[in-house]
């Protein structure tokens, strides 16, 4: 940008009135101010941080921000406005968006939203927006994940929105939420602190005028006691406790009701009855109630943060997985260091032992060992050959490697899981939907309540009224009924990432918990996936060997486990035209000729015996015997859950001796065979139909229509079962053992949840009624309502115990 336009957009400035102070931000100049030269021209700032932030704006063309506002501005605005703009900067959305179908995704963290009823008022008011898709906000994780449309309207503008209504966003990288976590920390435990040491001072002042039960203390010491107390509240019911003030000021703006209402509007009125109290000389003064209520509350919500960064502690470590750094290999064999960003497919990356994988790559040169545990739970170091992909965020072990990249970005594994933990913890289930409607009408009948209660009072005793109405309002706050629900999910997704399995779908942990019956696939899932060629036998004028390779070519491009009996064969044939059939097998030309791969009736016009034939469709050319061990873990996870009553169900593709083999080696009973996807989904209706909750495990890649079907899906693999929309829930890694260790936390999580709604139930239906009767004074009722939230998130957090796979 030239230095003419700079001074236009100054000559612009001083037009507005604003021109006589900082450049940046308008404020009057100290006598030692800065002076920076923005575009060859001196200017004047009230410090450096001003001149840096002018001389950013000029270098990301935001000068326009000078032209366009109308008012003088301030740092903290300004700041604001830089950052949203640099949401639109290409580098920056490269490491945060991703690709999907429709537009654009991008989750962003907010250290403003509180309570349920913010998730709401940043769903509706950001789905306003132009170009926006999808808005999904989660006020237990403080995450807020948006679709738009990059065609319509740019990220900034619904960023902007939101930052309007007072939550300003934050991208959800790992090194930023861990600065703006820590510093919410910090400002909490001040908070905390001051209004548990203003507390105790307030209840020591109050003590001294309840024990004057005969009115004998002198009025001047009564009122230089309140007086005191007066000063000791204020800065807590208005500072300490403002976050739940401007909680109750964005509710009734959106005319939304919700727990910072009943919080806010019932500390507010013991702080102003009592200041009226105290201007006229009456009976009463609440000043301790108001303080302990603040004290109390902020003590339950530290509780609740550390609930939430449990929840997100597995997306938390994995974005602090990926390296901000890479060493690249230049063309002539040198090497440079290059932020990760930099890293393009195709690039070589040197990865020294001890140093983590920047992107997904292949391993070069010579095999390495690699820790993978992050990814996929595995404790020991997995040996890699070159030729194998290596992930991005494992950490190399002994010895140095070259990996050519072939991922970046949100392409990568690291990112894919990230995402996934993301995606489910950002929705919301139907249980936690439930209590939210519940907990919104709950508030606006407590007020209608407490308007009768007030009335009643003051017909039978006046005196008591404005006492016995705060304390109903006080401890009707149904911060635990908010709460019960979206904790304990929140606190249970972050240990079921733990075990390794991650939950696509909100609402599939409670239909694992609910299962009865559990189907499994044979091939790759209750196998090892890695079948070997037993037998071979040629028909005809082909040999071994040609009958091996015209396999090996049709199966070279199959995801399916079966294609990996051939790896290493020869391949030196053209290929065209290759189609799968499912259920019956591969076909396609090889050399020019026309062939099937597959079951015995299908590519060779035989009666199906279990092998693996080559034919075309008519003719046999070859038999192909296969064999596919058991996983090591199959048994012990079979039995696991059995012992956990479910009935264990085998339905497979595979010939029926190979699937009757595999269920008696495995102890399960009801096994089928040679089953189509479409028979496999017939099987699971049939369960359904007779009131069974089915569960269906399988590899993710031919199964999509029975894992759609059933009531919750387990998809095995690390290939294509992380992209696999219709699995419910996904194993990072394939021990079967974390299936039923998924199902003892999935059932633990559906009892803490009855337990926490039923607590939260139970203590309004107790604890309103002997309010309403005048037997709880208010601050017995600020300590109340603080027990009953601190029990629900306490039970809660009992499900961040390690769980064992």
Known sequence: MSAGAVATAAAVRDAHGV?????????????????ARIDGQPRRFCCDGCAAAAQWIRDADLVDYYRLRTEPGGRAATDLEAQLAAFDRDDVQASHVRQVDGGREVTVLTDGMRCAACAWLIDRAVARERGV?????????GRIRIVWDPARTTLSAPLRRLAGLGYVPYLAGGIARERERRAQRNRDLVRMGIAGLASMQAMMFAEALYLDIYQQMPVATRDFLRWITFLVSTPVVFWCGWPFIAGMLRELRNHRLGMDTLIASSTLLAYFASVFETVRGGTHVWYD????????LLGARMLEQRARRIAVAQVDTLARARPALATRELADGGREVVPTAALAVGDVACVAAGDTVPADGVLLDEPARFEEALLTGEAHPVRRVPGDTVFAGTVCREAPARIRIE?????????????????AQSHRPRAAQLADAVSSRFVAGILVVAALVYLGWRIHDPSRALEVTLALLVISCPCALSLAVPTALAVAHGALAKLGVLATDPDAMGSLAAATDLVFDKTGTLGSGRPTLARVEAFGVLDVEDATGIAAALERDSLHPIARAFDGQDVGMTVSGVEERPGLGLAGNVGGRAWRLGRADFAAGRVDDGALWL???ATAAARFTLEEPLREDAGDAVAALRRLGLDVHLSSGDAATSVTTFGERLGIAHVAARQSPEDKLAGVRALQADGRVVAMVGDGLNDAPVLAGADV?????????????????VLTAPSLLRIPAAVRLARRTRAIVRQNLAWALGYNIVAIPLAAAGLVTPWVAALGMALSSLIVTLNALRLARSPEP
Do not use: K, W, Y
């Open 407 to 423: 991922q970046v970005g949100t392409g990568t594994r690291l990112s894919q899981l990230e995402a996934m933990v993301e995606r």
């Open 19 to 35: 021109g006589e102070g900082c450049f940046h931000c308008s404020e009057a100049l100290p006598p030692s101010a800065a002076v």
């Open 615 to 617: 034919g075309d469709g």
């Open 289 to 296: 109630a108001a303080v302990m209520f603040v004290f109390l």
């Open 713 to 729: 899906s387990i998809a095995i693999g690390s290939g294509a079962a992380l992209a696999h929309r219709a699995a419910g829930l």
């Open 133 to 141: 898709l999808e808005v999904v906000a989660n006020a237990v994780t």
